[in-house]
């Protein structure tokens, strides 16, 4: 049997270092499935305590901040004073009936403002205010549930949800269409190339035609 002699070509001689102490290095994550089940059991035991109010309260959309991120739509901390005022609501109030309140946030566009104000609005709709006194309901700035109501929302049960009324994705992909004849004879390049033309020489157009028109 043939000899093994020293390695061929000038490579680099190893020099792994096995003596190290790795075992301080690694990470182990043997407690997991009992975090797992330390979750399960407080969930379970927020939702009892709350009972029968949904286990989190509705949160206001806001954009997220920088131009970079401000395209993003998010779950912000508080409605704004203004925002509640519209709706028919006192700070006070909106706190007992599961609305966040932030009084430092302020509407810094008519859009924003408005958009809080219908989703405060769909959930005042939504909502089911149970009477303190069972088949005395009460009225107020939102009025109590009737017996009916009650019987309803019972029959539903409580709402889990992490999020209160979720914010509606639109689809930014549109969806595959057939190609029309239409389609195949129309020239997109060379209609792209006019459009830019006119676009670059637009202002050269409208100053002549204001100087012929003087």
Request: glycine share 4%; aromatic share 6%; proline share 4%.
């Amino acid at each position: 049997q043939k000899e093994r002699g020293m390695v061929k070509h000038n490579n680099q001689i190893h020099n792994v270092h096995f003596h190290k102490d790795w075992a301080r290095f690694t990470k182990t994550w043997f407690n997991q499935p009992m975090r797992k089940k330390r979750r399960v059991e407080a969930r379970q035991a927020k939702a009892a305590k709350s009972f029968p109010r949904p286990t989190e309260n509705l949160r206001p959309i806001v954009r997220c901040p920088t131009r970079r991120y401000n395209l993003k739509l998010r779950n912000g901390k508080g409605f704004t004073f203004e925002e509640l005022k519209q709706a028919g609501l006192t700070a006070k109030f909106a706190r007992t009936i599961g609305i966040t309140v932030d009084h430092r946030r302020v509407n810094k566009s008519v859009e924003s403002l408005n958009m809080n104000v219908d989703r405060l609005k769909k959930y005042l709709s939504k909502l089911v205010l149970l009477p303190k006194k069972e088949n005395h309901p009460k009225k107020g700035i939102v009025n109590d549930a009737t017996a009916e109501q009650v019987a309803q929302a019972k029959s539903i049960g409580q709402n889990t949800d992490k999020v209160i009324m979720p914010i509606e994705k639109a689809a930014l992909r549109e969806k595959n269409a057939p190609i029309t004849k239409e389609m195949k004879e129309e020239k997109i390049f060379f209609k792209i190339r006019k459009d830019k033309t006119n676009a670059k020489y637009n202002g050269r157009r409208i100053a002549r035609a204001d100087e012929e028109s003087k």
